[in-house]
């Protein structure tokens, strides 16, 4: 008796959306932030305003975030850890590989 399986073939799709939150709750987490600039929410991700946007060519995100910085901090050092975190977090959680995490330091919050 000949018992042949076919191989079948999955695929997962990761939605933008996922993404967005993951990378929120990254840059969020690194000490220095004071916040995005500008809010996440369904609006900003439908006209694609929000502080955060990723383009996916394949299976491969860039991200590009917004962020404010408290004052007493180094904006490249603040930077270059949003940099890490966010690529780090987004290709654990999701399996993303993430090619580019570019950051902008939109402004210093004085306390």
Do not use: H, W, Y
Request: charged share 30%; proline share 1%.
């Amino acid at each position: 008796m000949d018992i042949s399986k076919k191989a079948v073939k999955s695929r997962l799709k990761i939605s933008e959306d996922v993404i967005i939150t993951v990378a929120r709750l990254a840059a969020l987490d690194v000490k220095g932030v004071a916040g995005l600039d500008g809010e996440v929410n369904k609006i900003s991700k439908i006209k694609k305003d929000g502080p955060i946007k990723v383009s996916l060519d394949g299976d491969v995100a860039a991200i590009e975030i917004k962020i404010k910085i408290n004052s007493n901090e180094k904006a490249c050092a603040v930077a270059q850890e949003v940099q890490k975190a966010v690529k780090e977090n987004v290709q654990n959680m999701t399996g993303v590989a993430v090619a580019r995490v570019n950051v902008t330091v939109c402004e210093a919050v004085f306390k």
